[in-house]
Protein backbone atom coordinates (compact mmCIF):
# COMPACT_ATOMS: atom_id res chain seq x y z
CA UNK A 1 0.00 0.00 0.00
CA UNK A 2 2.83 2.22 0.78
CA UNK A 3 4.77 1.49 -2.46
CA UNK A 4 1.14 2.41 -4.29
CA UNK A 5 0.87 5.45 -2.59
CA UNK A 6 4.55 6.60 -3.37
CA UNK A 7 3.83 6.01 -6.77
CA UNK A 8 0.54 7.36 -6.79
CA UNK A 9 1.75 10.53 -5.71
CA UNK A 10 4.92 11.11 -8.39
CA UNK A 11 2.55 10.28 -10.93
CA UNK A 12 2.78 12.69 -14.22
CA UNK A 13 -1.22 11.92 -14.84
CA UNK A 14 -3.86 12.39 -12.25
CA UNK A 15 -5.74 9.65 -13.76
CA UNK A 16 -5.37 6.47 -16.44
CA UNK A 17 -5.68 8.09 -19.86
CA UNK A 18 -8.16 6.45 -22.03
CA UNK A 19 -6.60 5.32 -25.11
CA UNK A 20 -8.87 3.34 -28.23
CA UNK A 21 -7.03 2.63 -30.88
CA UNK A 22 -7.00 1.23 -34.96
CA UNK A 23 -4.88 -1.17 -36.04
CA UNK A 24 -2.64 1.64 -38.30
CA UNK A 25 0.32 -0.46 -40.39
CA UNK A 26 2.77 -1.05 -37.59
CA UNK A 27 2.02 2.47 -35.73
CA UNK A 28 -0.73 0.18 -33.91
CA UNK A 29 -0.57 -3.69 -34.18
CA UNK A 30 -3.89 -5.74 -33.33
CA UNK A 31 -3.31 -9.00 -32.77
CA UNK A 32 -6.42 -10.34 -30.96
CA UNK A 33 -6.84 -8.19 -27.64
CA UNK A 34 -3.33 -7.36 -27.96
CA UNK A 35 -2.51 -4.12 -29.08
CA UNK A 36 1.41 -3.28 -29.88
CA UNK A 37 3.40 -0.76 -32.99
CA UNK A 38 5.17 2.09 -32.28
CA UNK A 39 2.80 4.67 -30.67
CA UNK A 40 2.13 2.13 -27.80
CA UNK A 41 5.72 1.68 -27.44
CA UNK A 42 5.99 5.04 -26.82
CA UNK A 43 3.27 5.69 -24.43
CA UNK A 44 4.15 2.35 -22.42
CA UNK A 45 7.95 3.71 -22.43
CA UNK A 46 6.32 7.14 -21.17
CA UNK A 47 4.50 4.97 -18.19
CA UNK A 48 7.19 3.16 -17.14
CA UNK A 49 9.23 6.02 -16.90
CA UNK A 50 6.67 8.76 -15.89
CA UNK A 51 3.80 7.02 -14.35
CA UNK A 52 1.11 7.77 -16.47
CA UNK A 53 -1.16 5.45 -17.35
CA UNK A 54 -2.80 4.07 -20.24
CA UNK A 55 -6.00 2.09 -21.06
CA UNK A 56 -5.39 1.11 -24.86
CA UNK A 57 -8.59 -0.43 -26.69
CA UNK A 58 -9.10 -1.24 -30.30
CA UNK A 59 -11.74 0.57 -32.46
CA UNK A 60 -12.33 1.14 -36.19
CA UNK A 61 -10.79 4.00 -37.73
CA UNK A 62 -13.94 6.31 -38.23
CA UNK A 63 -15.02 5.39 -34.89
CA UNK A 64 -12.40 6.60 -33.55
CA UNK A 65 -12.46 9.83 -35.03
CA UNK A 66 -15.85 10.32 -33.48
CA UNK A 67 -15.11 8.98 -29.76
CA UNK A 68 -12.49 11.74 -29.95
CA UNK A 69 -15.00 14.47 -31.28
CA UNK A 70 -17.32 13.53 -28.49
CA UNK A 71 -14.82 13.89 -25.46
CA UNK A 72 -15.00 9.37 -25.22
CA UNK A 73 -11.07 9.64 -25.81
CA UNK A 74 -8.74 11.13 -24.60
CA UNK A 75 -6.18 10.83 -27.34
CA UNK A 76 -6.11 10.36 -30.77
CA UNK A 77 -3.22 8.80 -32.58
CA UNK A 78 -1.52 8.59 -34.80
CA UNK A 79 -2.91 11.51 -36.03
CA UNK A 80 -2.65 14.12 -38.82
CA UNK A 81 -2.70 17.74 -38.45
CA UNK A 82 -5.97 19.22 -39.70
CA UNK A 83 -8.70 22.36 -38.63
CA UNK A 84 -10.77 20.39 -38.07
CA UNK A 85 -9.19 18.06 -35.05
CA UNK A 86 -8.02 21.38 -33.70
CA UNK A 87 -11.37 21.86 -33.36
CA UNK A 88 -11.64 18.96 -30.27
CA UNK A 89 -7.98 18.63 -29.15
CA UNK A 90 -4.41 19.92 -28.73
CA UNK A 91 -1.86 18.94 -31.83
CA UNK A 92 1.70 17.93 -30.44
CA UNK A 93 3.96 17.25 -33.55
CA UNK A 94 6.41 13.72 -33.24
CA UNK A 95 7.45 13.58 -36.64
CA UNK A 96 7.21 15.12 -40.15
CA UNK A 97 4.53 13.07 -42.58
CA UNK A 98 3.10 13.10 -45.85
CA UNK A 99 0.36 11.12 -48.06
CA UNK A 100 1.34 10.02 -51.52
CA UNK A 101 -0.75 8.36 -54.04
CA UNK A 102 0.36 4.25 -53.99
CA UNK A 103 -0.26 1.43 -56.67
CA UNK A 104 1.19 -1.35 -57.94
CA UNK A 105 4.35 -1.05 -60.18
CA UNK A 106 2.93 -0.55 -63.48
CA UNK A 107 3.83 1.07 -66.85
CA UNK A 108 1.54 4.00 -66.52
CA UNK A 109 2.27 7.09 -66.64
CA UNK A 110 3.31 9.18 -63.58
CA UNK A 111 0.78 11.19 -62.02
CA UNK A 112 2.43 14.80 -60.66
CA UNK A 113 -1.11 16.48 -59.67
CA UNK A 114 -4.36 16.02 -58.04
CA UNK A 115 -5.54 17.41 -61.66
CA UNK A 116 -3.79 14.59 -63.40
CA UNK A 117 -5.56 11.89 -61.41
CA UNK A 118 -9.35 13.67 -61.74
CA UNK A 119 -8.62 13.78 -65.24
CA UNK A 120 -7.71 10.17 -65.28
CA UNK A 121 -11.60 9.06 -64.57
CA UNK A 122 -10.64 5.23 -65.73
CA UNK A 123 -8.39 5.14 -62.43
CA UNK A 124 -10.28 4.04 -59.34
CA UNK A 125 -9.34 4.65 -55.99
CA UNK A 126 -9.88 2.91 -52.21
CA UNK A 127 -9.05 5.11 -48.82
CA UNK A 128 -9.85 4.56 -45.68
CA UNK A 129 -12.74 5.84 -44.06
CA UNK A 130 -11.94 8.47 -41.60
CA UNK A 131 -8.35 8.75 -42.48
CA UNK A 132 -7.58 12.39 -43.10
CA UNK A 133 -4.77 14.71 -44.55
CA UNK A 134 -5.98 18.11 -44.36
CA UNK A 135 -7.70 20.23 -46.96
CA UNK A 136 -5.83 18.94 -49.78
CA UNK A 137 -6.71 15.09 -49.16
CA UNK A 138 -10.65 15.98 -48.27
CA UNK A 139 -10.92 18.03 -51.66
CA UNK A 140 -9.71 15.20 -53.50
CA UNK A 141 -11.77 12.60 -52.21
CA UNK A 142 -14.81 14.70 -52.74
CA UNK A 143 -13.95 15.14 -56.05
CA UNK A 144 -13.45 11.29 -56.38
CA UNK A 145 -16.66 10.34 -55.19
CA UNK A 146 -18.68 13.06 -57.00
CA UNK A 147 -17.15 10.93 -60.20
CA UNK A 148 -18.10 7.37 -58.97
CA UNK A 149 -14.43 6.33 -58.74
CA UNK A 150 -14.19 6.01 -54.74
CA UNK A 151 -14.48 3.23 -52.42
CA UNK A 152 -14.08 3.47 -48.72
CA UNK A 153 -12.76 0.30 -46.73
CA UNK A 154 -12.16 0.20 -43.31
CA UNK A 155 -8.51 -0.26 -42.64
CA UNK A 156 -5.26 -0.10 -44.57
CA UNK A 157 -5.13 -3.98 -44.85
CA UNK A 158 -8.66 -4.28 -46.48
CA UNK A 159 -7.66 -1.17 -48.92
CA UNK A 160 -4.49 -3.78 -49.87
CA UNK A 161 -6.21 -6.50 -50.62
CA UNK A 162 -8.56 -4.45 -52.90
CA UNK A 163 -5.97 -3.00 -54.86
CA UNK A 164 -4.05 -6.84 -54.87
CA UNK A 165 -7.23 -8.03 -56.73
CA UNK A 166 -7.71 -5.40 -59.00
CA UNK A 167 -10.96 -3.52 -58.19
CA UNK A 168 -8.96 -0.64 -57.36
CA UNK A 169 -5.64 0.76 -59.02
CA UNK A 170 -4.23 3.17 -56.03
CA UNK A 171 -5.27 4.57 -53.10
CA UNK A 172 -3.80 7.68 -51.13
CA UNK A 173 -1.70 7.36 -47.57
CA UNK A 174 1.32 7.59 -45.94
CA UNK A 175 3.71 4.97 -47.33
CA UNK A 176 4.75 3.76 -43.59
CA UNK A 177 0.97 3.16 -43.10
CA UNK A 178 0.38 0.62 -46.18
CA UNK A 179 3.51 -1.06 -46.24
CA UNK A 180 2.99 -1.87 -42.27
CA UNK A 181 -0.54 -3.06 -43.61
CA UNK A 182 1.08 -5.70 -46.19
CA UNK A 183 4.09 -6.61 -44.18
CA UNK A 184 1.96 -7.93 -41.45
CA UNK A 185 -0.66 -10.05 -43.26
CA UNK A 186 -0.25 -13.28 -45.30
CA UNK A 187 -3.31 -12.01 -47.89
CA UNK A 188 -1.52 -9.47 -49.39
CA UNK A 189 2.22 -10.96 -49.61
CA UNK A 190 4.44 -10.28 -52.20
CA UNK A 191 2.98 -6.32 -52.65
CA UNK A 192 6.01 -4.57 -50.29
CA UNK A 193 8.50 -4.99 -52.96
CA UNK A 194 5.83 -4.20 -55.97
CA UNK A 195 4.82 -0.51 -54.51
CA UNK A 196 5.18 2.71 -56.74
CA UNK A 197 4.86 6.05 -54.46
CA UNK A 198 3.97 9.22 -56.25
CA UNK A 199 3.82 12.36 -54.03
CA UNK A 200 2.07 15.17 -55.62
CA UNK A 201 1.96 19.31 -54.40
CA UNK A 202 -1.78 19.25 -52.88
CA UNK A 203 -0.24 16.51 -50.42
CA UNK A 204 2.49 18.36 -48.59
CA UNK A 205 4.95 17.34 -45.70
CA UNK A 206 3.06 18.42 -42.36
CA UNK A 207 3.02 17.35 -38.99
CA UNK A 208 2.04 13.79 -37.54
CA UNK A 209 1.69 12.92 -33.78
CA UNK A 210 -0.71 13.03 -31.46
CA UNK A 211 -4.09 14.89 -30.44
CA UNK A 212 -5.19 15.21 -26.39
CA UNK A 213 -8.91 16.39 -26.18
CA UNK A 214 -9.63 19.17 -25.74
CA UNK A 215 -13.55 18.19 -23.79
CA UNK A 216 -12.11 15.05 -21.82
CA UNK A 217 -8.50 15.85 -20.35
CA UNK A 218 -7.98 18.27 -17.17
CA UNK A 219 -5.64 21.34 -18.17
CA UNK A 220 -3.21 19.54 -15.45
CA UNK A 221 -3.58 16.14 -17.44
CA UNK A 222 -3.11 17.67 -20.85
CA UNK A 223 0.30 19.75 -19.85
CA UNK A 224 1.78 16.31 -18.26
CA UNK A 225 1.24 14.56 -21.43
CA UNK A 226 2.33 17.41 -23.94
CA UNK A 227 5.31 17.68 -22.04
CA UNK A 228 5.94 14.09 -22.27
CA UNK A 229 5.26 13.71 -25.86
CA UNK A 230 7.29 16.68 -26.55
CA UNK A 231 10.60 15.12 -24.51
CA UNK A 232 10.56 12.20 -26.10
CA UNK A 233 10.22 13.83 -29.95
CA UNK A 234 13.44 15.94 -28.81
CA UNK A 235 15.31 13.22 -27.60
CA UNK A 236 14.53 11.15 -30.72
CA UNK A 237 12.83 8.18 -29.25
CA UNK A 238 10.46 8.55 -31.51
CA UNK A 239 12.24 8.60 -34.90
CA UNK A 240 14.39 5.51 -32.95
CA UNK A 241 10.63 3.71 -32.77
CA UNK A 242 10.03 4.27 -36.55
CA UNK A 243 13.43 3.12 -37.81
CA UNK A 244 13.48 -0.18 -35.75
CA UNK A 245 9.83 -1.12 -37.50
CA UNK A 246 10.19 0.15 -41.42
CA UNK A 247 12.71 0.10 -43.51
CA UNK A 248 14.67 2.92 -45.12
CA UNK A 249 13.37 2.85 -48.42
CA UNK A 250 9.79 3.03 -47.08
CA UNK A 251 10.16 5.84 -44.57
CA UNK A 252 12.06 8.17 -47.34
CA UNK A 253 8.93 9.23 -49.35
CA UNK A 254 6.56 9.98 -46.34
CA UNK A 255 8.47 10.83 -43.05
CA UNK A 256 10.95 12.87 -41.59
CA UNK A 257 12.67 13.07 -38.19
CA UNK A 258 11.86 16.33 -35.93
CA UNK A 259 15.16 18.11 -35.51
CA UNK A 260 16.52 17.33 -32.28
CA UNK A 261 15.96 20.15 -29.42
CA UNK A 262 12.69 21.24 -31.43
Same mark, same amino acid.
Given at each position: ????SCL ?6 S??IN??V ?10 G?N? $? ?6 LR /??S??? !??? =?NF?LV ?12 Q?D ?6 R???? +????? =??PLI?T????I /??Q /? ?5 ? /? ?5 E ?11 ? +???DG???I?A????Q ?5 EA +?ALSV???L?A???D ?6 YI?? !? ?5 PRV? !? ?5 R =?EP ?5 W?D $??V ?5 S???D +????L????E???? $???VW ?7 KP???KD ?5 E???
Amino acid at each position: MLLASCLTAHAACSRTINVPVAAVGLSVIASGENI $SGIYPEILR /SLSAKE !GCQ =FNFSLVPRARLELMFENGQADLLLPAIRTSRR +DEHGT =FVPLIYTRATLI /SLQ /SNRPQLR /SAQELLEQRGLKVALVRGY +DYGDGYQAIMAELGKQGRLTLEA +DALSVARTLKAGAVDLTIMAPYIFA !GAVQSDPRVE !GMADKLR =FEPIAELPWGD $SGVYMSKKSLSAD +DKAALQGLLEAAAR $SGEVWKNFQRYYKPEVLKDGNRPREPGR
